[in-house]
């Protein structure tokens, strides 16, 4: 196996980072890197495409893992807004509290955060999985229309407001859900379907305590019933 | 008693005003269009050049060289984009449009020499093929949006506002929402689809700083990134955007059009494009980015004098969104039986929304896209770039210059009080600039 890599962002600029992660000047196509001193710098790690394994030794600011395809990363802190936003594919694991807009309209690939995740998480989300360890805030799901969000703990006021297709399962209270998100029922499926979230995140939480929201597909269609959601 | 008084119009209540309470009072809800602003508004027919004469001499019609390119990006990108002409085809969706529109407008501006925009919804690939520079939407929505496309792109464009509905987001009604651009949009098919006004992950140019940071570290600083406005608060936003790091501004003026939006956004919305150009170049002059970072400008551009005109007032080029798909025979006179069916006649269409484009332009039906043939939309593009551009040329040399980016205020005088004061030009005749001069 080969050695790690260590990036000190005290000596050396994000640009230098983000290229030599993005594998621009070489052909590597994997490898480890710690990056130290992140210091909260934004955009550490973001447009990463190569199946690579990145451990942030510290706090991320935004856009940490931004459009990540392939590869894994870790952010052994806190991350700032927008962590893994866009995301298409691979891992992005947040061992602290994410800020709002996490996952924000990511496509694919799995985002886990150990703590909370502010406002906005999953919004927009396009096929992404996120599992939050602990609870997130207001209009969390907001316009949600594709992938799974698991919370471990409580969701904030405007849960999954105007969602499509997204799954949210949450295992605390909701607040109040948004216009258009209802309870469903959960049957064995949806509770194999957390339970594998909650194993490939690495939490351990009841499967089956979850409860399942999702569209009442009331909102497709403009008419004039609905005026008042608009 | 009235006797053979003829009838008098209320000025209040005119006949479109009462048409839009009945129809709002039997379906209670908005109307939905597409087009640009209606109403009559101060703009760009309202100047008029100052040809040469024995203070100035003009250039050589054909014989001098009067120069058109512009090159875009010239702030913080590693490779900026250079167009031939200032005149480049603004963003419009695949979606909006058909795929054979999109091409069209792809292959008549790279014949051009000029670039095309993506819209809501992604690139295509039909449009990456035909447009040799192709700029990428950045929109709140991220539909479509994939960090591999951005990376195709040629330059991007962080899309904040457009000039048909400042503060609000896309539509598209669910008779366009097909299964092509439902899975490109992750979307059921057939919905009325509404996108987001607001950015997901940021708000406010401090956010859009890093924004444009990200943006800028996913493609290795190559590329131009755009900020594209709806003219509003045009001098702060304007400087916001320079502040936050943009290479370009976009300013889109309320006669932009849109291919659905509520018409009460569309008329009531927003400030005209020609006070918009002139309060854009003053904030770029007050920061000294003037020509720095380039403006483009866009909202009702039709001819080559108003492309002149905005030139003349400090705008590096112009964008044109109606005024192609126009060249493309929206509105032409070719199928009036669907046209009727519409309860429209050619020459008044704006049923974009209802995605049964006579033409085959705004539609995603397979049989009206048919009608557009995308080799011979695509030279109606050319032909239409090429004589905008050289009305423009034309006007310049008139007026002594050598580039048409040489243009100035000075050049121009105002035929009326309004345009006057918003362009920041004399009322002709005078030297009076109302509200700027005594
Ligand atoms: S002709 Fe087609 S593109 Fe033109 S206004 Fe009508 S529907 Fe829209």
């Given at each position: 196996m080969s050695a790690r890599e260590e990036i000190d962002l005290d000596a050396v600029p994000v640009r230098r980072l983000n290229r030599l992660l993005q594998g621009r000047d070489s052909a590597r196509q994997a490898g480890s890197f710690d990056v130290l001193n992140?210091?909260?710098?934004?955009?550490?790690?973001?447009g990463l495409v190569d199946p690579i394994d990145v451990v942030i030794h510290g706090h991320a600011g935004y856009y940490c893992a931004g459009m990540n395809q392939q590869a894994r990363v870790t952010v052994a802190g806190n991350a700032g807004t927008g962590v893994a936003e866009n995301m298409m594919s691979g891992e992005v694991r947040v061992h602290g509290d994410a800020s709002q807009s996490a996952g924000a309209a990511g496509w694919g690939g799995l985002l886990a955060i150990g703590g909370d995740a502010s406002a906005r998480c999953g919004i927009s989300m396009k096929g992404i999985e996120i599992v939050v360890g602990g609870s997130v805030g207001h209009m969390?799901?907001?316009?949600?229309?594709?992938g799974c969000l698991v919370v471990c703990g409580d969701a904030g006021a405007a849960f999954g407001d105007s969602i499509y297709e997204a799954e949210l399962y949450v295992l605390g209270e909701v607040e109040t859900l948004g216009a258009d998100c209802v309870e469903k029922d959960m049957d064995d499926r949806h509770v194999a379907r957390i339970g594998e979230l909650l194993g490939r995140a690495g939490f351990a939480a009841d499967a089956s305590a979850f409860r399942r929201y999702g569209s009442a597909r009331q909102l497709y269609h403009f008419r004039i019933d609905n005026a008042a959601a608009y | 008693m009235t006797g053979d008084r003829p009838p008098r119009a209320s000025a209040t209540f005119p006949p479109h005003v009462i048409a839009e309470i009945h129809r709002a009072a039997g379906q209670g809800i908005y109307s939905i269009r597409g087009g640009g602003a209606r109403r009559p508004l101060p703009n760009f027919d309202d100047l008029v050049f100052l040809g040469a004469s024995v203070s100035r001499y003009p250039l050589e019609g054909y014989r001098e060289r009067c120069g058109t390119d512009v090159t875009i990006?010239?702030?913080?990108?590693?490779k900026p984009v250079t167009l031939k002409i200032p005149i480049t085809i603004a963003g419009m969706s695949f979606g909006a449009l058909s795929a054979n529109a999109k091409r069209a407008l792809g292959l008549g501006a790279s014949a051009a020499g000029t670039s095309t925009t993506t819209g809501d919804g992604g690139m295509t690939e039909e449009e990456r093929e035909a447009s040799d520079i192709l700029v990428y939407q950045y929109l709140p929505s991220r539909y479509g949006m994939t960090p591999d496309q951005l990376r195709r792109a040629d330059a991007i464009e962080v899309v904040i506002g457009q000039g048909a509905k400042p503060g609000g987001g896309g539509m598209l009604l669910g008779q366009k929402v097909s299964e092509r651009v439902a899975g490109m949009r992750v979307l059921p098919p057939g919905i009325d689809q509404r996108s987001a006004s607001r950015h997901p992950d940021w708000t406010g140019p401090d956010d859009l700083e890093i924004k444009i940071r990200e943006l800028r570290e996913i493609t290795d600083w190559e590329k131009p990134v755009y900020v594209k406005v709806g003219a509003t608060r045009t001098g702060y936003d304007v400087g916001l955007a320079v502040k936050a790091g943009a290479d370009a501004v976009v300013v889109d003026g309320m006669q932009g059009g849109t291919a659905a939006t509520q018409d009460v956004f569309i008329e009531d919305v927003g400030i005209p494009t020609l006070p918009a150009v002139r309060m854009a170049v003053d904030a770029l002059k007050e920061l000294d980015m003037h020509r720095k970072v380039q403006l483009i400008v866009s909202g009702g551009i039709r001819t080559g004098a108003d492309v002149a005109k905005a030139l003349a007032l400090g705008a590096d080029a112009v964008s044109i969104g109606v005024a192609a798909l126009m060249a493309l025979n929206c509105n032409a006179p070719l199928w009036p039986e669907d046209y009727a069916a519409l309860g429209v006649s050619p020459g008044h269409c704006d049923q974009c929304q209802t995605g049964r484009c006579p033409v085959g332009?705004?539609?995603?039906d397979p049989v009206l896209e048919r009608r557009l043939d995308p080799e011979e939309g695509g030279r109606r593009v050319r032909n239409y770039l090429a004589t905008l551009a050289m009305e423009c040329q034309m006007l310049a040399r008139a007026c002594g210059k050598s580039h048409v980016h040489n243009l100035e205020p000075e050049d121009l005088a105002a035929l009326t009080l309004e345009a006057a004061a918003m362009a920041r030009v004399p009322l002709a005749g005078t030297d009076w600039i109302p509200g700027w001069s005594r």
């Open positions: 992140p210091r909260g710098r934004h955009a550490l790690a973001a969390t799901g907001f316009m949600a229309q594709a | 990006g010239t702030r913080f990108a590693g332009i705004t539609t995603q």
